[in-house]
Structures are given as structure tokens and as C-alpha cells.
């Protein structure tokens, strides 16, 4: 199973991919994690895309294409993956479309005002980067990672003018991939702003009508 998760910034495309990951037995990729661990460990790529994600803009295409072409030939991705915050460009999804086939794109779609609310109360832990909620989904121990008892702090980009930036890009550079993929169609659009369960259990069946 080849799925693309596609959505502004704090729709809940991390979540999701959790949560289908974990149901399908396939690895969730996502290009936000591998950028914030590297950033954390101060590497080369780290150093690279820090001053991109800082300014809320894309970290450049070949940068990116590179990570995951690498990542998708690794074993654990031979029966399936769920691409979570790639591709976000129309050159990814080209280059994406020549490493290899996809099966759905899940289209998740929320208006502004519910992400922006969501992305304020949103955490994520700084060591294993599993993200929490603090209205939706809680930790079991305020301000504790319940999987394995990290901090959780709020993302440098998720301050609230970052997250202004991080929309208008969203919007001018990946929304032209709901068209791309549309006419594919290989498109499933999820309404994003119902329960968490609810996103998850329409997720499910738009994947096994694909
Ligand atoms: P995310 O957690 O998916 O919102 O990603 C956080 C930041 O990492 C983004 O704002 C970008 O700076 C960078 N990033 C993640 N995925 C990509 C991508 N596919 N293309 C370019 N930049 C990305």
C-alpha cells in the first residue's frame, strides 16, 4: 500500500499517519521528522534545512527528493509506506511518480481558523517527536511524552506568525497537487475537521475503495 498524505500544516496528517502506520504494519515517512531529528543533531542536512524550516519555507526539492528516494529503498517500505508532508511540490510529486507507483492520495481539508487553533494547542515530544495535543489528545502527564517520557515542547514553527507563512506556502506551492493528483485520480478527500477517530476510520475506507 503506497499512500500520500496531503494537507496545510496542522490538519493532522502526523497523527493519521501514526495511526494508519501502525493499522496497515507499514512505516510512516515523514519529511518533517527526519528535518526536525537532523536539525536536533546538528548534521550537515540538519544545518541545511534549519534556516529553511526557521522562515516556515520549503526546504529546496533536490534536498528532499534525495531523503526520500534513500528512504523508500530501505526494506521495511517493500510492502507499503505512508508519506506524511511529502510530496509538497509539483517536482516531488514528478520525481516521487518516477522512484515509484502510489495507490491513494488522502486529501485532508480543514478551513484556516480550525488549524490555526489546532497548531497553538499542538506539542510534540523533543525526543521521539510523537506529537500530542493538548485540547484533542493529551498526554497522560501534562507536559510528558507517554511513549517514552520526554519533554514536550511547542515547534518553532508552530508560533503563530510562522504558521501564517507556513499556509501561504502550503497554498501556493502544494495545493496545484490536488489537481496533479486528481486527475490521476488517485485523490480521496477527507473531511479533517471531525474527531480524530472519525478522520481515522474514513481514511480507512477511502483506502480500501482505492
Ligand atoms: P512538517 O512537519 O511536515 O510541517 O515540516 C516542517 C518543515 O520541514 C516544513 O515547514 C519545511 O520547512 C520542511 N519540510 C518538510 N517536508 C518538506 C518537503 N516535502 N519539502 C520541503 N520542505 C519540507
Do not use: W
Amino acid at each position: 500500500m503506497h499512500i500520500i498524505l496531503l494537507g496545510p500544516p496542522g490538519v493532522g496528517k502526523g497523527t493519521l499517519a501514526g495511526s494508519l502506520a501502525k493499522k496497515f504494519g507499514i512505516p510512516k515517512i515523514s519529511t518533517g521528522d527526519i528535518f526536525r531529528e537532523a536539525v536536533q543533531r546538528n548534521t550537515g542536512l540538519g544545518k541545511k534545512a534549519k534556516a529553511f524550516m526557521g522562515k516556515g519555507a520549503l526546504v529546496p526539492d533536490e534536498i528532499v527528493i534525495g531523503i526520500v528516494d534513500e528512504r523508500l529503498q530501505k526494506k521495511d517500505c517493500r510492502n507499503g509506506f505512508i508519506l506524511d508532508g511529502f510530496p509538497r511540490t509539483i517536482k516531488q510529486a514528478e520525481a516521487l511518480g518516477r522512484i515509484t507507483g502510489i495507490d491513494a492520495v488522502l486529501n485532508l481539508k480543514s478551513e484556516d481558523n480550525v488549524i490555526i487553533k489546532r497548531v497553538s494547542s499542538r506539542r510534540v515530544c523533543e525526543k521521539c517527536q510523537s506529537g500530542f495535543n493538548i485540547t484533542s489528545l493529551k498526554p497522560k502527564k501534562s507536559g510528558i511524552c507517554d511513549k517514552c517520557s520526554g519533554r514536550l515542547i511547542q515547534r518553532e514553527d508552530d508560533k503563530p506568525e510562522t504558521v501564517k507563512k507556513r499556509l501561504e506556502v502550503y497554498r501556493r506551492e502544494t495545493t496545484p497537487l490536488m489537481q496533479y493528483y486528481e486527475e490521476k485520480k488517485l485523490l480521496k478527500n477527507i473531511n479533517a475537521e471531525k474527531s480524530i477517530e472519525e478522520v481515522f476510520e474514513d481514511a480507512v475506507k477511502a483506502m480500501s475503495s482505492s
